[in-house]
């Protein structure tokens, strides 16, 4: 059965600090590896990812994926309060889609 | 530019009733993505229309089904309703632009349908 891993499941971490959020699949069929943020409401997309070895970035943000490991990682630097948010990771397999359980981080001042 | 909107916003149904939610998405965007979010199993893929057309579809039973009309706008239908549906619904809208057979470009989400089963 298709499965998408994330860890760590929640992270505590200063002001300043990086961070690193991992995803892990096994999947049938992947076609992409997403990315997302999610506060107290909807879900804000992050990145797509459908090639391995390619970083995208988005301001403080980048995420790379290793379509050999089966693996992606989304990198925050210099967190703010801000980035406070539980991050989920999601795997297009086939016709499906799967999430994982989303890595909770927060960021103190 | 307005964003992706679902109504209603909440919902109160009992077992056994249906219900139907509606996503009006972005303007331009052609795709659009459900999904069903609960604390015990997160985010889960329903399904997602292109074109009118069901292209992707997730794991739930044939009581959940949807459809999408030529203004892109788009309807979830769960008949027979049980108690474990009670969930935050959640649409996302893409543009969509390319050729592969997915959800491309950056998805925007609604602020979902909280429909809770009694």
């Given at each position: ?12 971490v ?43 970035k ?43 359980a ?8 | ?39 015990g199993?997160?985010?889960q ?14 794991n739930?039973?044939g ?5 999408q ?30 050729d ?19």
């Amino acid at each position: 059965e298709d499965k998408v891993v994330q860890s760590p499941l929640s992270l505590v971490v200063h002001e300043g600090d990086t961070v690193t959020l991992n995803c892990s699949y096994e999947v049938t069929n992947f076609r992409s590896l997403l990315w997302y943020k999610q506060e107290k409401k909807a879900p804000t997309f992050l990145f797509m990812l459908t090639s391995s070895g390619i970083e995208k970035k988005s301001g403080r943000l980048s995420s790379i994926l290793d379509k050999k490991e089966l693996f992606s990682i989304l990198n925050i630097t210099a967190t703010q309060t801000g980035d406070s948010a539980v991050y989920l990771c999601a795997v297009e397999a086939g016709n499906d889609m799967r999430f994982g359980a989303g890595t909770r981080l927060t960021v103190k001042p | 530019k307005a964003g992706v909107t679902q109504t209603p916003r909440y919902l109160i149904k009992t077992r056994g009733q249906q219900v139907t939610l509606s996503c009006s998405p972005i303007s331009g965007h052609r795709s659009v993505s459900w999904y069903q979010q609960t604390p015990g199993q997160g985010l889960q893929f329903l399904f997602e229309y292109f074109s009118e057309t069901q292209r992707n579809k997730g794991n739930f039973p044939g009581r959940f089904s949807g459809r999408q009309f030529s203004n892109s706008r788009s309807e979830m239908n769960v008949s027979t309703l049980e108690l474990g549906d009670s969930a935050l619904y959640l649409c996302a809208s893409s543009l969509a632009l390319g050729d592969r057979d997915t959800i491309l470009d950056e998805q925007f989400f609604g602020p979902g349908t909280r429909l809770t089963v009694l």
